[in-house]
């Protein structure tokens, strides 16, 4: 391993989201999904490059051709996707892309279906919109989570159902959709005329290392009736930088897609332009690093999750997040249990799975280490 992940910086007085909902307490917290990793230093050495030039002022994404070219090569490189530049559209994040799907494909009152569990913002995207989220479930077959598939397929056939919004990675279960999978998706979606926007925010953090990413708009399928969102954002652990794209391939989604964002959504700033084309231009060995750090730290998680009498954790192909099932418990409130232990993982309650937490192992294997020592005292 060339890069260390095991020294971590303090985030004391840097005002993390992550760290300060537990300030002043001895509660480790272990919920937003972003690592505790240093960023790479060529990412670094960007920002540091940019602001000793002294000039922070407007940069229009369309116009900023190395993080253009960035994101081609990576796509390329790393998915076997070649994109046409003009498939991409920047934005802010992916949560304001998914609701800008919304207000695109949809008018007030039509269905958007929704894989659950899911993470608190992609549920909330429908309501915002005016819109009716149809829950479609997560099954559990060989002990792998993935979509129920059948019931994709009946409420995609209600006309008033226009999009369907999925993880893949899914997020918190960890799954990778398979090709076969993604093809019965794009079937339904296709017969029904439902619209796929596909967040993949985590497709560059797949631990098995026997799966790959299948991005939705390079199948064939999905080509002409999907979107695809990605960032640089959680796998190099920048996301508050705020930068993120849509591939859309299709020039009729993506003039909706556009227009349902303009003047709203705010373009990506120059500092999160200059992170994504570092982290996709000269980050790949610490990419292959961090993920070799994940993987050990998924198999300590695993080993010792399990040996807790009333929790248990699937293998999960992707992420750096452990869904864990504490039904086994027999308490009321699961996250007060675990925040009773001196831990603070996301609410399964928000995910819509009140006997479920989630936490968060892009850590230091010292920090991960007493997580689970927590976790496991009486």
Same mark, same amino acid.
């Given at each position: 391993?060339?890069?260390s992940?095991?020294?971590?910086?303090?985030?004391?007085?840097?005002y993390?989201?992550?760290?300060?909902k537990?300030? $002043?307490?001895?509660?480790?917290?272990?919920?937003?999904?972003?690592?505790?990793?240093?960023?790479?230093?060529?990412?670094?050495?960007?920002?540091?490059?940019?602001?000793?030039?002294?000039?922070l002022?407007?940069?229009?994404?369309?116009?900023y051709?190395?993080?253009?070219?960035?994101?081609?090569?990576?796509?390329?490189?790393?998915h076997d996707?070649?994109?046409?530049?003009?498939?991409?559209?920047?934005?802010?994040?992916?949560?304001?892309?998914?609701?800008?799907?919304?207000?695109?494909?949809?008018?007030?009152?039509?269905?958007?279906?929704?894989q659950v569990?899911?993470?608190?913002?992609?549920l909330?995207?429908?309501k915002?919109?005016?819109?009716?989220?149809?829950?479609?479930?997560t099954?559990?077959?060989? $002990?792998?989570a993935t979509?129920?598939? *059948?019931?994709l397929?009946?409420?995609a056939?209600?006309?008033a159902?226009?999009?369907?919004?999925?993880?893949?990675?899914?997020?918190?279960v960890?799954?990778?959709?398979?090709?076969?999978?993604?093809?019965?998706?794009?079937?339904?979606?296709?017969?029904?005329?439902?619209?796929?926007c596909s967040?993949?925010?985590?497709?560059?953090?797949i631990?098995?290392?026997?799966?790959?990413h299948l991005?939705?708009?390079?199948?064939?399928?999905?080509?002409?009736?999907?979107?695809?969102l990605?960032?640089?954002s959680?796998?190099?652990n920048i996301?508050?930088? $705020?930068a993120s794209?849509a591939?859309?391939?299709?020039?009729?989604?993506?003039q909706k897609?556009v227009k349902?964002?303009?003047?709203?959504?705010?373009?990506?700033?120059?500092?999160g332009?200059?992170a994504?084309?570092?982290?996709?231009t000269?980050?790949?060995?610490?990419h292959?690093?961090?993920?070799?750090y994940?993987? *050990?730290n998924?198999?300590?998680?695993y080993?010792?999750?399990?040996?807790?009498?009333?929790?248990?954790?699937?293998?999960?192909?992707?992420?750096?997040?452990?869904?864990?099932?504490?039904?086994?418990l027999?308490?009321?409130n699961?996250?007060?249990?675990?925040e009773?232990?001196?831990? $603070?993982?996301?609410?399964?309650?928000?995910?819509?799975?009140?006997?479920?937490?989630?936490?968060?192992?892009g850590?230091?294997?010292?920090?991960?280490?007493?997580?689970l020592?927590?976790?496991?005292?009486?």
């Amino acid at each position: 391993m060339t890069y260390s992940f095991d020294n971590t910086p303090s985030r004391e007085g840097t005002y993390s989201f992550k760290w300060e909902k537990y300030k $002043g307490r001895d509660i480790i917290p272990a919920w937003v999904a972003d690592t505790e990793f240093r960023c790479a230093d060529p990412i670094l050495e960007a920002l540091q490059g940019r602001v000793e030039h002294g000039n922070l002022g407007y940069v229009l994404p369309g116009q900023y051709q190395p993080a253009i070219d960035a994101v081609v090569r990576w796509l390329k490189d790393k998915h076997d996707w070649h994109i046409d530049p003009l498939w991409l559209v920047w934005t802010p994040g992916v949560v304001p892309a998914f609701n800008s799907t919304c207000k695109a494909y949809c008018n007030p009152g039509d269905k958007v279906m929704v894989q659950v569990p899911n993470y608190p913002p992609l549920l909330a995207a429908p309501k915002l919109n005016g819109l009716e989220r149809v829950s479609i479930d997560t099954i559990e077959i060989n $002990g792998r989570a993935t979509l129920d598939l *059948e019931q994709l397929e009946r409420e995609a056939s209600d006309p008033a159902c226009k999009l369907l919004i999925l993880c893949n990675p899914m997020n918190p279960v960890g799954s990778v959709l398979s090709q076969d999978e993604l093809s019965q998706i794009a079937r339904i979606c296709n017969e029904n005329n439902v619209i796929l926007c596909s967040d993949e925010i985590h497709c560059d953090l797949i631990l098995d290392e026997d799966k790959t990413h299948l991005p939705a708009g390079r199948d064939a399928q999905l080509k002409d009736n999907s979107v695809t969102l990605m960032a640089a954002s959680k796998t190099f652990n920048i996301a508050g930088l $705020g930068a993120s794209f849509a591939i859309i391939p299709d020039a009729g989604l993506r003039q909706k897609f556009v227009k349902a964002a303009a003047g709203i959504v705010p373009w990506v700033n120059q500092l999160g332009l200059l992170a994504t084309e570092a982290a996709f231009t000269r980050c790949d060995d610490w990419h292959q690093d961090q993920l070799d750090y994940l993987r *050990e730290n998924r198999a300590l998680v695993y080993e010792r999750i399990n040996a807790i009498e009333g929790l248990s954790v699937n293998h999960q192909e992707a992420t750096f997040l452990a869904w864990v099932d504490a039904s086994g418990l027999g308490v009321e409130n699961v996250q007060r249990w675990a925040e009773e232990k001196g831990v $603070g993982p996301s609410p399964g309650v928000d995910f819509g799975a009140p006997q479920h937490f989630r936490i968060n192992f892009g850590c230091s294997r010292k920090m991960l280490t007493e997580i689970l020592d927590r976790l496991a005292s009486e």
